[in-house]
């Protein structure tokens, strides 16, 4: 037979597990579960650990627990209403007593005989300086029984696993068993090699996978983890490496010199920079004027001021003779930067061109010919830059802007359009230090953590319809002082499933209604780029007093003059993500507010609100949202296009990413083809491309 590697057990549905018919097939479908990988996979999120047994004293109020004792009292049965029985009975240990209480279990005497001793297993609470606990499981001693072999079920650890819906954490466990014990017999393959196994000291897959959801021991328990999570890691990295070619990482990187007009280029800055940034481009300067091949990643909140480092290390690439690429991910952001960057740079015989999507074919044939021939020495583009048909005489540097909302591929599609060039990456979110070392390999990173000088922090109020009045008013106040209002809304147009206002309908109204005399604009990712640019050029020069808009202007859109952001349906938007999108405000000298319409009553959502109400730090935002959402959504690996980390906590598996990475280059060094490891080899191809190979 055919060896089973974790990965074809795609092929098989989990049908015909015992305890498995259609209608709960269609609840783990519901949970993504729908073959044999995916619900072994289905990892327990925390455990029971009924394994340690405690004496009834030490017992504190609000503990689940296992302790052993004796029933020292008869079970006693009342009803105190129609349809409710309450069976209590008193356990002792010699070191206290404690009350156990099941509700509608009146056969419970049954199984309890006093005299006898048993393992009870609970939330144990103190009532008026009472001990009790209710519905405990148990089990009964046998006192000619060693207590690790004789119990069942009390005793152990018990996996729980994540959110289950409709099915109990018992059913799950039950048919994860099931699942488990239908390869008793079956040896699955191993999917990382012998040697990286036996070098890392790598538990066994089967023994990893039994462990992990029924661990024997704390410490099998641990071994297991620690298996399944190098494993995921270390495929990841295998991926990236073959998207990298680690041959680049031997390689040196361009020198720059220093260039005599640096200083008087930053003179010419419309502003003076902050001590942040003057630091920021000095750690960029050193790293250019290196042998290695720049690769920093420059994190700063928003409206921190990292498009001005962009424009010093391109003025520098260009001064030493190279080009430079600055890729961003919106049209409208890349109009935005062309129209603030190219005036800067003109002004020192520096040629900026813009490459985008929505140019015609025309525009962009000349942009082609300027980039292989070297007439033009900076292009500002979207994805359209590493469109095959882009070529550069010597691209030298590239820097994405917003770089978590590209994949990794990207990335390095426009990186191998030049001879090593240095890279630069610049992000508002806080990444962390493991999803860097996964993104970026060996990258450095510098931060800015200083606002420009003058900002007042922006106010924000979480409000609810009562409020819409007193809002529309604010609005009003606001452009007659001649400043500028977004309205943010989660749809572009109504939608029957989704009850959220849409940009479409929130625009007619206004400019219908309240805000007839109002210059009220609107824009959505659904127009057409040429509307959107002459919109958000009429919002810039001020002809558009109001604009509706959906999220597209989350990133990057700088506007000074725009002081209020309202955002209808707060609600359905991350933490992140409301803190990208009030950064649109606050950009300029004038204090700015954000109003965020809360229409939903849950705890949940009150407390995001109030969280984004209190701070203005990206850094503590993104914490917070971490806390209350956890990190499997949060830095959700999907986003940077890669496959999802069902195990690995990038918060706390640091160390282990370390090995895993040192393993993979291992294996990339000594079979880059793949040639020794088939399964490797067929899991690359699946995952991350046809093509993909470490060679
Ligand atoms: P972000 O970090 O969000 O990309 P930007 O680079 O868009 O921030 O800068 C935000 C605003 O702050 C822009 O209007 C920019 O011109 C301005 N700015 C940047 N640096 C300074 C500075 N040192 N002094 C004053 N204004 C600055
Ligand atoms: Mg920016």
Same mark, same amino acid.
């Given at each position: 037979?055919?060896?089973?590697?974790l990965?074809?057990?795609?092929?098989?549905?989990?049908?015909y597990?015992?305890?498995?018919?259609?209608?709960?097939?269609?609840l783990?479908?519901?949970?993504?579960?729908?073959?044999?990988?995916?619900?072994?996979?289905?990892?327990?999120?925390?455990?029971?650990?009924?394994s340690?047994?405690?004496?009834?004293?030490?017992?504190?109020?609000?503990?689940?627990?296992?302790?052993?004792?004796?029933?020292?009292?008869?079970?006693?049965?009342?009803?105190?209403?129609?349809?409710?029985?309450?069976?209590?009975?008193?356990?002792?240990?010699s070191?206290?007593?404690?009350t156990?209480?099941w509700?509608?279990?009146?056969?419970?005497?049954?199984?309890?005989?006093?005299?006898?001793? /048993?393992?009870f297993?609970?939330?144990? $609470? %103190?009532?008026?300086? !009472?001990?009790?606990? &209710?519905?405990?499981?148990? *089990?009964k =001693?046998?006192?000619?029984?060693?207590?690790?072999?004789?119990?069942?079920?009390?005793?152990?650890?018990?996996?729980?696993?994540?959110?289950?819906?409709?099915?109990?954490?018992?059913l799950?466990?039950?048919?994860?068993?099931?699942?488990?014990k239908?390869?008793?017999?079956?040896?699955?393959?191993?999917?990382?090699?012998?040697?990286i196994?036996?070098?890392?000291?790598?538990?066994?897959?089967?023994?990893?996978?039994?462990?992990?959801?029924?661990?024997?021991?704390?410490?099998?328990?641990?071994?297991?983890?620690?298996?399944?999570?190098?494993?995921?890691?270390?495929?990841?990295?295998?991926?990236?490496?073959s /998207?990298?070619?680690?041959?680049?990482? $031997? %390689?040196?990187?361009? !020198?720059y010199?220093? &260039?005599y007009?640096?200083? *008087?280029? =930053?003179?010419?800055?419309?502003?003076?920079?902050?001590?942040?940034?003057?630091?920021?481009?000095?750690?960029?300067?050193?790293?250019?004027?290196?042998?290695?091949?720049?690769?920093?990643?420059?994190?700063?909140?928003?409206?921190?001021?990292?498009?001005?480092?962009?424009?010093?290390a391109l003025?520098?690439?260009?001064?030493?003779?190279?080009?430079?690429?600055?890729?961003?991910?919106?049209?409208?952001?890349?109009?935005?930067?062309?129209?603030?960057?190219?005036?800067?740079?003109?002004?020192?015989?520096?040629?900026?061109?813009?490459?985008?999507g929505?140019?015609?074919?025309?525009?962009?044939?000349?942009?082609?010919?300027?980039?292989?021939?070297?007439?033009?020495?900076?292009?500002?583009?979207?994805?359209?830059?590493?469109?095959?048909?882009?070529?550069?005489?010597?691209?030298?540097?590239?820097?994405?802007?917003?770089?978590?909302?590209?994949?990794?591929?990207?990335?390095?599609?426009?990186?191998?359009?030049g001879?090593n060039?240095?890279?630069?990456?610049?992000?508002?979110?806080?990444?962390?230090?493991?999803?860097?070392?996964?993104?970026?390999?060996?990258?450095?990173i510098?931060?800015?953590?200083?606002?420009?000088?003058?900002?007042?922090?922006?106010?924000?109020?979480?409000?609810?319809?009562?409020?819409?009045?007193?809002?529309?008013?604010?609005?009003?106040?606001?452009?007659?002082a001649?400043q500028?209002?977004?309205?943010?809304?989660?749809l572009?147009?109504e939608?029957?499933?989704?009850e959220?206002?849409?940009?479409?309908?929130?625009?007619?109204?206004?400019?219908?209604?309240?805000?007839?005399?109002?210059?009220?604009?609107?824009?959505?990712?659904?127009?057409?780029?040429?509307?959107?640019?002459?919109?958000?050029?009429?919002?810039k020069?001020?002809?558009?007093?109001?604009?509706?808009?959906?999220?597209?202007?989350?990133?990057?859109?700088?506007?000074?003059?725009?002081?209020?952001?309202v955002?209808?349906?707060?609600?359905?938007?991350?933490?992140?993500?409301?803190?990208?999108?009030?950064?649109?405000v606050?950009?300029?000298?004038?204090?700015?507010?954000?109003?965020?319409?809360n229409?939903?009553?849950?705890?949940?959502?009150k407390?995001?609100?109030?969280i984004?109400?209190?701070?203005?730090?990206?850094?503590v935002?993104?914490?917070?949202?971490?806390?209350?959402?956890?990190?499997g959504?949060?830095?959700?690996?999907?986003?940077?296009?890669?496959?999802?980390?069902?195990?690995?906590?990038?918060?706390?598996?640091?160390?282990?990413?370390?090995?895993?990475?040192e393993?993979?280059?291992?294996?990339?060094?000594?079979?880059?083809?793949?040639?020794?490891?088939?399964?490797?080899?067929?899991?690359?191809?699946?995952?991350?491309?046809?093509?993909?190979?470490?060679?």
């Amino acid at each position: 037979m055919k060896q089973l590697s974790l990965e074809d057990l795609k092929k098989q549905s989990i049908r015909y597990i015992k305890g498995v018919g259609e209608s709960r097939l269609s609840l783990f479908k519901r949970l993504n579960i729908n073959n044999f990988f995916d619900l072994l996979t289905y990892y327990p999120k925390a455990y029971e650990d009924r394994s340690i047994i405690k004496n009834i004293a030490d017992l504190q109020d609000g503990e689940l627990c296992s302790f052993e004792g004796t029933i020292v009292s008869n079970v006693n049965v009342t009803r105190p209403r129609r349809g409710m029985t309450i069976s209590k009975v008193s356990v002792q240990d010699s070191t206290g007593k404690i009350t156990a209480i099941w509700f509608n279990q009146h056969y419970i005497k049954n199984s309890l005989t006093v005299g006898a001793n /048993y393992i009870f297993y609970g939330k144990v $609470e %103190r009532k008026f300086n !009472k001990l009790q606990i &209710s519905n405990p499981v148990f *089990e009964k =001693i046998d006192n000619t029984q060693s207590h690790n072999n004789g119990l069942k079920k009390s005793l152990k650890i018990l996996p729980v696993y994540p959110s289950t819906k409709d099915l109990s954490q018992n059913l799950i466990r039950t048919i994860m068993q099931e699942a488990l014990k239908s390869f008793n017999n079956i040896e699955l393959e191993d999917i990382i090699p012998k040697e990286i196994r036996e070098k890392y000291n790598l538990a066994d897959i089967m023994f990893s996978l039994n462990e992990i959801h029924f661990p024997k021991t704390e410490l099998d328990k641990d071994m297991a983890r620690y298996r399944l999570v190098f494993e995921e890691l270390f495929l990841l990295q295998l991926g990236l490496l073959s /998207y990298k070619n680690i041959a680049t990482a $031997e %390689r040196q990187g361009i !020198k720059y010199t220093k &260039s005599y007009e640096m200083e *008087e280029f =930053i003179k010419s800055l419309p502003f003076e920079l902050t001590n942040a940034q003057k630091r920021v481009f000095k750690e960029v300067e050193q790293d250019m004027e290196s042998n290695n091949i720049m690769n920093r990643l420059v994190q700063g909140d928003v409206g921190s001021g990292k498009t001005i480092i962009a424009v010093l290390a391109l003025f520098k690439a260009v001064k030493c003779g190279y080009q430079g690429a600055l890729m961003v991910p919106t049209e409208i952001l890349a109009e935005q930067h062309y129209n603030s960057v190219k005036p800067l740079l003109e002004k020192f015989d520096i040629k900026v061109e813009l490459l985008s999507g929505n140019q015609s074919k025309k525009q962009k044939q000349v942009v082609f010919e300027g980039l292989k021939n070297g007439t033009i020495n900076v292009v500002i583009g979207t994805h359209a830059l590493i469109e095959d048909t882009v070529e550069f005489l010597n691209l030298g540097l590239v820097i994405t802007d917003e770089q978590h909302r590209f994949g990794v591929r990207q990335r390095s599609i426009l990186t191998e359009k030049g001879r090593n060039p240095d890279v630069l990456v610049m992000t508002a979110t806080p990444i962390p230090r493991t999803l860097a070392l996964i993104l970026y390999g060996d990258l450095d990173i510098s931060i800015i953590d200083e606002l420009p000088p003058g900002r007042k922090p922006i106010k924000t109020y979480s409000v609810n319809e009562s409020m819409r009045e007193r809002i529309n008013n604010f609005i009003r106040e606001t452009v007659q002082a001649g400043q500028q209002v977004y309205i943010v809304c989660p749809l572009v147009e109504e939608s029957e499933e989704i009850e959220a206002k849409s940009a479409v309908v929130t625009a007619e109204d206004i400019s219908k209604n309240v805000f007839k005399d109002l210059k009220v604009g609107i824009i959505h990712g659904k127009m057409k780029s040429n509307e959107k640019e002459s919109i958000m050029r009429s919002f810039k020069d001020g002809e558009i007093s109001i604009l509706v808009s959906t999220t597209i202007i989350e990133v990057g859109v700088n506007v000074p003059n725009a002081t209020l952001m309202v955002i209808e349906n707060a609600e359905r938007f991350g933490l992140a993500q409301l803190h990208q999108l009030r950064g649109r405000v606050g950009r300029g000298g004038t204090q700015s507010y954000c109003i965020l319409f809360n229409q939903s009553n849950s705890k949940v959502s009150k407390e995001r609100m109030k969280i984004m109400a209190q701070s203005n730090d990206g850094f503590v935002i993104s914490e917070k949202d971490l806390e209350i959402r956890g990190p499997g959504e949060f830095f959700g690996t999907k986003q940077h296009g890669l496959p999802e980390l069902k195990i690995a906590n990038l918060y706390k598996d640091l160390e282990i990413l370390k090995l895993a990475q040192e393993g993979a280059k291992e294996i990339a060094i000594k079979d880059p083809g793949l040639i020794k490891n088939k399964k490797l080899k067929q899991y690359l191809a699946q995952h991350f491309g046809e093509k993909a190979t470490l060679s």
